[in-house]
């Protein structure tokens, strides 16, 4: 079992040094899904909601949340993020939609946290856009699909 690498001999906590490790391209790519009902999918996808474009409100909150991953998470890094993507993928058998976010950074950590961070951040907009049209939308399968670069390598969900 691996240590804690955020705890230190006396257990506690501490941010992890990278300062030795070199700058590789890194990048993580997550999902999560939010569900709703019929209606509320319609609204959406045929950009009817009365606040605006849902999802391309919830693509700039996304790309700002993983711009502000460090402030949100006690342990993380700064970084200098050098891509981020959130797409959209409807399923109208499911009336769900999935969020897939794409990462990218040159530096000494991953991004797996803003990854999980765009994707959590874009579901709660649309949550917060749609509530009064639905309040018993689920969050859901928030994780991490892939992530590639540094010292651990590539991990692939299968």
Do not use: W
């Not at 342990?75 to 959209?88: A, E, G, N, Y």
């Not at 950074?105 to 579901?123: F, K, N, P, R, Y």
């Not at 689920?138 to 590639?148: C, H, Q």
């Amino acid at each position: 079992m691996p240590t804690f690498t955020h705890l230190d001999e006396e257990g506690r906590v501490r941010m992890v040094d990278v300062s030795e490790k070199a700058a590789t391209v890194r990048e993580a790519v997550a999902q999560g899904i939010i569900t709703m009902q019929p209606e509320t999918f319609d609204l959406i996808t045929e950009q009817k909601v009365r606040k605006g474009n849902v999802l391309e409100t919830a693509r700039i909150a996304g790309i700002m949340a993983a711009k502000r991953t460090a402030e949100l998470i006690p342990m993380c890094h700064p970084l200098s993020i050098t891509h981020v993507q959130i797409d959209f993928f409807p399923h109208p058998d499911t009336n769900s939609m999935r969020i897939e976010a794409v990462v990218r950074v040159v530096g000494q950590t991953g991004v797996e946290m803003e990854a999980l961070t765009a994707v959590s951040i874009a579901a709660l907009t649309i949550y917060d856009m749609c509530k009064s049209y639905d309040r018993a939308m689920t969050i859901s399968d928030v994780y991490l699909l892939k992530k590639s670069g540094g010292k651990s390598g590539t991990f692939v969900r299968e």
